[in-house]
């Protein structure tokens, strides 16, 4: 009996020796250089307290260019240089387009039906893609909307110049209102009584769904975690919001439709869409939930990025009084003592821009966005 007992002992011993060093040999063949990770967390205390891009430079100035690290249950690949980024964004893309599914995207992007969350890059989102670049974000459509532009616009100019040279002027309250009031009358045809609250429900959603989320990093007890913490309910919350807001405002363009006093010259992001609803040239069933999570992806990236990103512009310049004035003589060298800039002043002179266009990279650099930072999972 003693025997028996010793010799089912030993096998154990001997086969969990043996997993562990094939385990750690396919660690060693096929996995990056990188921190020493620890038991249950592995390396998230590494990025407790820190800015995550700054906190990844630094250790990739340790372990190299591509770097592996495991935050909780999440193994991780780390990109820190043009040269490496290149070839997983474009020349292998295919491989390491796969994203982490995340809890925020189940519940608040329908599914992660949209681009931001979809977690599996493959036919789909091929298709989803193509949609957006074709009937969205193509040349005509963005330029069909530069009358927006230029008269929100115009008209944060005003409000500027009419608050006097000595008074204090909320920057960037101003920024996100031409923001909003820009992407809500390109998608919806108007401003919206409930863009304000639309655009604050998507900001509580980056907060829930950026960084590193104690439920997303152990996707083993997401479950509970996300209850424990109150995750669920708080997205659960914003995903009611914004899919009331969205149904009310679709419900109203679709009756525009219908008694077409829309024109094709008129449309708003929200009536191609659902003019697209049941068309196959796409590949795959146009929804209701597709158009919302579309509209939501718009949103998403034409406000909260864009305002947060020229708020930061501004914020860098003013501190750095030469960088300003040489971006003010060129300005000046090229449109003199005119009043107002318009798109195609703009497009005219981008020869001569070239310090706007490596202030506007360099302020990407330092304050990257949420929907910027890319994150891939092995």
Same mark, same amino acid.
């Given at each position: ?32 250089p990188g921190p020493l990770n620890l038991p249950v967390i592995g390396s998230a205390h590494r990025l ?95 330029? /069909? ?59 509580? /959603? ?19 975690? /996300? ?87 501004? /914020? ?63």
């Amino acid at each position: 009996m003693n025997d028996d007992l010793v010799y089912v002992c030993s096998a154990l011993a001997v086969s969990v020796l043996a997993i562990a060093v094939v385990q750690l040999l396919k660690a060693r063949q096929r996995l990056p250089p990188g921190p020493l990770n620890l038991p249950v967390i592995g390396s998230a205390h590494r990025l407790v307290n820190a800015l995550p891009h700054r906190a990844m430079r630094d250790l990739a100035g340790v372990h190299g260019p591509l770097m592996y690290l495991r935050v909780g249950q999440v193994p991780l690949v780390v990109v820190t240089s043009k040269e490496v980024a290149r070839e997983v964004l474009k020349t292998h893309d295919a491989i390491f387009a796969t994203r982490p599914k995340l809890m925020a995207g189940d519940i608040v992007a329908y599914g992660s039906t949209d681009l931001l969350f979809c977690s599996t890059p493959g036919d789909y989102f091929r298709k989803l893609r193509r949609l957006c670049v074709q009937e969205i974000l193509s040349n005509d459509r963005i330029r /069909s909307y530069q009358d927006i532009r230029e008269d929100e616009v115009r008209s944060l100019v005003e409000d500027i110049r009419a608050a006097g040279p000595s008074a204090p002027v909320d920057l960037s309250r101003k920024i996100y209102k031409l923001t909003n009031g820009i992407v809500s009358r390109a998608a919806f045809g108007m401003k919206s009584s409930k863009a304000e609250d639309f655009v604050a429900a998507i900001k509580h /959603s980056f907060v829930y769904s950026t960084g590193f989320s104690i439920a997303d990093l152990f996707p083993g007890f997401t479950g509970i975690l /996300s209850f424990l913490t109150g995750q669920r309910r708080n997205l659960e919350g914003v995903r009611d919001t914004i899919d009331g807001i969205l149904e009310e405002i679709i419900n109203e363009r679709e009756q525009i439709l219908k008694s077409g006093t829309s024109t094709a010259s008129e449309k708003n992001l929200v009536e191609v869409l659902l003019g697209l609803q049941g068309n196959e040239d796409f590949g795959f069933p146009i929804t209701r939930s597709t158009v919302k999570a579309v509209i939501l992806d718009i949103f998403a990236g034409g406000t909260e990025t864009s305002g947060t990103s020229m708020e930061w512009a501004m /914020s860098e310049l003013m501190a750095n009084p030469k960088v300003m004035g040489k971006l003010q003589g060129e300005i000046r060298a090229a449109f003199g003592d005119k009043e107002f800039i318009s798109e195609a002043d703009l497009r005219a002179s981008g020869s001569v821009m070239k310090y706007l266009g490596l202030v506007i990279k360099e302020t990407f650099r330092l304050h990257p966005c949420p929907c910027m930072l890319l994150r891939a999972a092995v």
